[in-house]
């Protein structure tokens, strides 16, 4: 079983940043490949970025050269840093992992992009 708690979310305008992390629970972190989706309203989840458990990274075309996957075993959390934020970065962020064929997902954090 894992647990994902996601924080950082809210409300900046646009050309701002954030950070939004993702707390992991148990001993099994570092063996994870983590990822972070989003969902706008009345859109499917897609994809943002992804780390493997050795580090190599995925980004969605739309936020390449804007956001940054990382991540710190030593304290079980996954970071996306979100610079010049658009409007269309408006959605609910989701922390995601897989473990022995079972889909773990976080609560979701809200980020909106408006001036």
């Known amino acids: 079983q894992v647990q994902l708690v996601e924080s950082g979310g809210g409300l900046v305008q646009p050309g701002g940043s954030l950070r939004l992390s993702c707390a992991a629970s148990?001993?099994?972190?570092?063996?994870?490949?983590m990822a972070w989706y989003r969902q706008a309203p009345g859109k499917e989840r897609e994809l943002v970025a992804s780390i493997s458990r050795s580090g190599s990274t995925y980004y969605a075309d739309s936020v390449k050269g804007r956001f940054t996957i990382s991540r710190d075993n030593a304290k079980n959390t996954v970071y996306l840093q979100m610079k010049s934020l658009k409007p269309e970065d408006t959605a609910i962020y989701y922390c995601n992992t897989e473990y022995f064929g079972n889909n773990y997902w976080g609560q979701g954090t809200q980020v909106t992009v408006s001036s």
């Open positions: 148990g001993s099994i972190f570092s063996i994870l490949n």
